[in-house]
């Protein structure tokens, strides 16, 4: 590990160095990139300023007849000349030589055109000069302008062949850059298959559920303030709403409308009231009052309560395997969580189905060992959990159902941490489903399995 270590730290250094040449070369070239393009533009840009100097100088002669105007052309023709000898020394290709050439030639025919034409502008002496006067002077000044823009490009083209040779030295960093790179993937792949094997390994599982269940702490902890915020502010204006409702319905008819609507006034309060007992059961479950039982007795009761109810479905509520399995829990809350299971079980199937009983023990992981646990289950031959809804199943407020809160599973899931266990569920889609309440056996007990 060290060796790989060492060579790794080595190849980074190399690597580091390069990107730092690397990056200041390029800095450098987009600089002079940035220059040449500059530079181009000014050249196309200058020399249409010197034209359009000249031609206003012209146009303006041919109305007013000033000789201001003549001495402007004068000047600006010399400062033209002077700018193209300057351009010369600093043409770097044989195409930008051609056309400053071509531009001599093309300036010469240009002042033949002007001269002629401030002779004849000074032969009409105080008339306006026509639009035709000026035909020869616009076709040698556009052969002019596009000669500026040709040179224009023909110094960027120069500057780019520049660039490509340099391009090709960078090319060559950036192949040595990839090949340091390939070794220290090497090296790094090296020693992390020798980390991951001797240090993450062990760690990993321990990590990923602390860390889970830190999170799912956090996130019940606020949720449960918010909850009982919201229940506690409810419930009094609640309360004071079902004792006016009560009161008026005293003064309707039974067989009013007035009646009737406030029964259904009345039907939906409770069931605000359900939803507000649910929301302060979330934030507040209770101390669990923890006591040796079997686990067929809270079986058997949520058998006896809800079976009849069940079966006018046509759903069968069967207590499969019960055995008489000894447990510490809080037996009002196993129950609660019991009745949960079986309720959202029945919704499941919705009608025609079986909604199996049973308490089995087994061994299981609870923290960070594991122990024999006694398992109390209600299978269902349902519909099976969508894998979408699997991976919120937990979370607080979050159903499928019309009339749900969402806070069933959250509830049950808490009530049976608080036992120091957990709640599990295995699924098929079409198949049914089976919740498993898994608490740890008592200690001192043989392992039930061996009975």
């Given at each position: 590990m060290t060796g790989l270590i060492a060579a790794i730290v080595l190849v980074g250094l190399g690597i580091s160095l390069l990107t730092v040449k690397l990056?200041?070369?390029?800095?450098?070239?987009?600089?002079?990139?940035?220059?040449?393009?500059?530079?181009?533009?000014?050249?196309?840009?200058r020399f249409a300023?010197?034209?359009?100097?000249?031609?206003?100088?012209?146009?303006?002669?041919?109305?007013?007849?000033?000789?201001?105007?003549?001495?402007?052309?004068?000047?600006?023709?010399?400062?033209l000349d002077l700018w193209i000898q300057g351009q010369k020394s600093q043409l770097t290709s044989e195409r930008e030589r051609a056309i400053m050439q071509r531009i001599d030639?093309?300036?010469?025919?240009?002042?033949?055109?002007?001269?002629?034409?401030?002779?004849?502008?000074?032969?009409?002496?105080?008339?306006?000069?026509?639009?035709?006067?000026?035909?020869?002077?616009r076709t040698e000044s556009q052969r002019l302008?596009?000669?500026?823009?040709?040179?224009?490009?023909?110094?960027?083209?120069?500057?780019?062949?520049?660039?490509?040779?340099?391009?090709?030295?960078?090319a060559q960093f950036r192949a040595l850059v990839l090949v340091s790179l390939g070794l220290l993937f090497v090296f790094a792949l090296?020693?992390?298959?020798?980390?991951?094997?001797?240090?993450?390994?062990?760690?990993?599982?321990?990590?990923?559920?602390s860390e889970s269940l830190r999170e799912r702490q956090e996130k019940l902890a606020s949720l449960g303030l918010l909850a009982a915020g919201v229940a506690h502010e409810i419930r009094n204006p609640l309360t004071a709403i079902k004792g006016a409702v009560f009161l008026q319905q005293k003064k309707f008819q039974p067989d009013s409308k007035e009646y009737a609507d406030a029964k259904v006034v009345e039907r939906e309060i409770l069931?605000?009231?359900?939803?507000?007992?649910?929301?302060?059961?979330?934030?507040?479950?209770?101390?669990?009052?923890?006591?040796?039982?079997?686990?067929?007795?809270?079986?058997?009761?949520?058998?006896?309560?809800?079976?009849?109810?069940?079966?006018?479905g046509g759903i069968q509520l069967v207590?499969?395997?019960?055995?008489?399995?000894?447990?510490?829990?809080?037996?009002?809350?196993?129950?609660?969580?019991?009745?949960?299971?079986?309720?959202?079980?029945?919704?499941?199937?919705?009608?025609?189905?079986?909604?199996?009983?049973r308490a089995r023990a087994d061994r299981k992981r609870l923290g960070h060992e594991e122990t024999s646990v006694v398992i109390l289950e209600v299978e269902d031959n349902g519909r099976?959990?969508?894998?979408?809804?699997?991976?919120?199943?937990?979370?607080?407020?979050?159903?499928?159902?019309?009339?749900?809160?969402?806070?069933?599973?959250?509830?049950?899931?808490?009530?049976?941490?608080?036992?120091?266990g957990l709640l599990e569920y295995q699924t098929a889609p079409g198949l049914g489903t089976t919740f498993g309440v898994v608490l740890p056996a008592p200690v001192g007990q043989t392992d039930p399995r061996a009975d």
């Open positions: 990056q200041w070369q390029a800095r450098e070239l987009n600089r002079e990139l940035d220059q040449v393009r500059s530079e181009s533009y000014n050249i196309a840009d300023d010197f034209l359009r100097q000249l031609n206003e100088s012209l146009y303006h002669y041919g109305r007013s007849h000033v000789l201001p105007d003549v001495a402007a052309f004068t000047k600006t023709s010399q400062e030639f093309a300036y010469h025919d240009y002042l033949r055109v002007a001269t002629g034409l401030l002779k004849r502008l000074e032969a009409i002496g105080e008339a306006s000069a026509t639009v035709d006067e000026y035909t020869d002077l302008f596009q000669l500026g823009q040709s040179l224009g490009r023909a110094h960027l083209a120069s500057r780019d062949q520049v660039m490509e040779r340099v391009g090709v030295v960078t090296a020693l992390g298959v020798v980390v991951y094997r001797d240090m993450i390994v062990p760690l990993r599982v321990k990590l990923v559920e069931r605000l009231e359900r939803i507000v007992n649910d929301f302060l059961l979330f934030a507040h479950p209770g101390d669990s009052k923890l006591a040796r039982i079997t686990a067929d007795a809270p079986l058997r009761e949520v058998h006896a309560l809800l079976a009849p109810q069940l079966a006018k207590l499969a395997d019960v055995r008489p399995l000894p447990i510490d829990a809080d037996e009002e809350q196993i129950k609660q969580v019991l009745i949960n299971l079986v309720r959202n079980a029945a919704e499941a199937i919705e009608q025609n189905g079986v909604v199996k009983l099976g959990i969508p894998a979408e809804v699997q991976e919120r199943l937990f979370d607080p407020f979050f159903t499928t159902k019309d009339a749900g809160t969402g806070l069933g599973l959250s509830i049950a899931a808490r009530i049976v941490q608080s036992h120091g």
